[in-house]
């Protein structure tokens, strides 16, 4: 166990006292650059630092590595709650002028590396701090497995108050002069990686760089920012892959944030195979994911086409799996669900939240996932469609949106059989709203009888979705007060008096008792008013009708009355 020293000049004001200098000649020694701290040659099963407080070293201000774990058979080793490229106060630089951390091989291109090292644990105060060296925080180089990193802080102080940053990536894999990289690492949970450092385009820097390794693991880290997004890299990027880097998987649960260049970066064409499941991406310059040069075999991202009530439709790689993000907001997207496109690339995901932007990823058979596909924008959601007919003749409608987003409006659309629809009304919609809105119209003159409505809800760019429909019965108010005939009985002539309230058709018919018509005494629009019609006991042709019951039967619109009179000769 090494535990509870100070290694090195601890600040960058003594750099003339650090390890590996030359003081009589203020020059660098000739030469490899010692590690401060350094196991090799089958090394095994030995604790640096510790969970407990006091247990954790202060390594910083060396000329070579902070920590070198080297050579075959060193293994099982654990690196815990140190401070590696910190001051004694935690807070400024005093650099190691290589690597944080550093795991590689003693003999580029022959031998494997070190096997099995964890480099921080799960309890808070195993934490390792790594920020402010010259190099990397943690270089993991040429054929070494196994390693887990966890629950580290890299590129901020001890404090998290203030960004420190290493003077390259802040994590780094690579081959080095062998022929395989890093494999089987795990880098996760709960890692807070930094990098800002001012780099070029052609070799970007990055919080985390994955170079010619496999079968890497990379899930549960903020990268990019811290989690409150109070501290924030001002030039780098989140994830950076290249060089034939293949096989990795990227994610679940890494929050990859605030980055100056792509969240998720690959390139070149043997970069392949690398998998991005359930991550939340969010407020990356240029690209949240972005594949260049022929990256993850140049898969094409999905193509979202429609939502209708089976939910989300798109097209993409046949066979691939197709995973869904949604947010309120176009840069916040998170894990909604995912399904799989069938053998022509069709596939649909039924929507169990509510969210107003869309994307989705599409991950081929063999491992290669696409960048995130073009923003769909969902249509308003329009629930609680209902409508009454009111007392005074009226139908009054009303609806709420779940949510509201690029919407022009709506308009209000009848039927009289629920086949020809026209509009009737245009009611503006009232801007964006994560909590929705509730509309109004009413329909001053609706049709009588039954009639229904729905509506025709339009986009900013003019896409039209319609609403469910709703039937609305209509009782028509009473346009007429009628009188009994009289007299009645009658032997020579029957009168009825009535008064129309309004202009109406209507037909006056004496029927007799099978329902069949004896006598046609108007057929006609009549005005507003006071009316009359008379019966004299005649039928069509003008014959008298024989004594007995008869009915006196009025129909107007879809209203109807009957009286029964009696005949007497």
């Not at 795991?103 to 921080?120: F, K, W, Y």
Request: charged residues 15%.
């Amino acid at each position: 166990m090494i535990q509870g020293n100070r290694i090195g000049s601890l600040s960058n004001d003594q750099v003339d006292r650090c390890n590996g200098w030359d003081s009589a000649s203020s020059e660098q020694n000739v030469g490899p650059h010692h590690p401060a701290v350094y196991l090799l040659n089958g090394s095994r099963h030995n604790e640096i630092g510790g969970i407990l407080t006091g247990q954790g070293n202060i390594i910083s201000g060396n000329m070579g590595d902070g920590i070198c774990l080297q050579s075959t058979n060193t293994d099982s080793n654990r690196i815990m709650g140190n401070w590696i490229g910190l001051d004694c106060s935690g807070r400024k630089a005093a650099a190691n002028w290589q690597a944080g951390i550093a795991v590689r091989p003693a003999n580029p291109g022959g031998e494997d590396g070190p096997q099995g090292t964890c480099i921080g644990s799960e309890a808070a105060t195993s934490r390792n701090c790594l920020s402010g060296n010259l190099e990397y925080g943690i270089l993991l180089e040429g054929p070494c497995a196994g390693t887990n990193i966890l629950n580290n802080w890299i590129g901020v102080d001890a404090e998290q108050k203030n960004i420190v940053t290493n003077g390259l990536h802040a994590i780094f894999l690579h081959p080095g002069l062998s022929e395989e990289g890093p494999s089987r690492v795990k880098i996760g949970p709960d890692n807070l990686v930094i990098a800002d450092v001012d780099d070029q385009e052609a070799n970007p820097i990055s919080a985390l760089c994955l170079s010619g390794c496999r079968d890497i693991e990379v899930v549960g880290n903020w990268l990019g920012s811290t989690p409150d997004s109070r501290l924030a890299t001002r030039y780098n990027g989140g994830l950076f892959l290249k060089n034939g880097a293949m096989s990795n998987t990227i994610g679940p649960n890494n929050c990859i944030q605030n980055n100056k260049r792509p969240g998720i970066w690959m390139r070149g064409e043997s970069t392949r195979q690398n998998r991005i499941t359930r991550n939340i991406l969010r407020h990356n310059k240029t690209a949240q994911i972005l594949l260049e040069k022929g990256a993850n075999s140049n898969i094409e991202p999905p193509v979202l086409t429609f939502i209708d009530r089976q939910g989300i439709h798109g097209v993409a790689t046949p066979d691939a799996k197709i995973e869904l993000y949604g947010a309120n907001h176009e840069e916040c997207p998170s894990y909604i669900g995912d399904t799989v496109a069938d053998s022509s690339g069709q596939f649909s995901l039924i929507l169990k939240i509510n969210r107003f932007f869309l994307q989705a990823t599409a991950t081929d058979p063999k491992g290669n996932t696409s960048a995130l596909s073009a923003v769909f924008i969902m249509p308003v959601e329009v629930i609680n469609f209902n409508g009454t007919a009111g007392e005074n003749g009226q139908v009054k409608l009303g609806w709420q949106t779940a949510l509201e987003n690029n919407l022009f409006g709506f308009y209000v659309q009848r039927s009289q059989d629920a086949e020809s629809w026209q509009d009737q009304a245009f009611v503006a919609a009232k801007g964006l709203s994560q909590y929705g809105m509730t509309y109004h119209f009413i329909d001053p003159t609706p049709l009588e009888g039954k009639s229904w409505y729905r509506l025709r809800q339009v986009d900013l760019q003019g896409n039209e979705t319609l609403s469910s429909t709703i039937e609305i019965s209509q009782s028509t108010p009473e346009f007429i007060e009628i009188s009994t005939p009289y007299p009645n009985p009658f032997n020579s002539e029957m009168r009825l008096a009535f008064t129309l309230l309004q202009a109406k058709y209507l037909t006056f018919k004496v029927l007799n008792l099978a329902g069949e018509t004896v006598k046609l005494l108007f057929d006609g629009t009549l005005e507003a008013g006071q009316h009359e019609v008379s019966w004299n006991g005649l039928d069509e042709q003008n014959r008298p009708v024989a004594s007995g019951v008869y009915l006196i039967h009025l129909t107007a619109a879809n209203q109807s009355y009957m009286h029964k009179i009696v005949y007497s000769k």
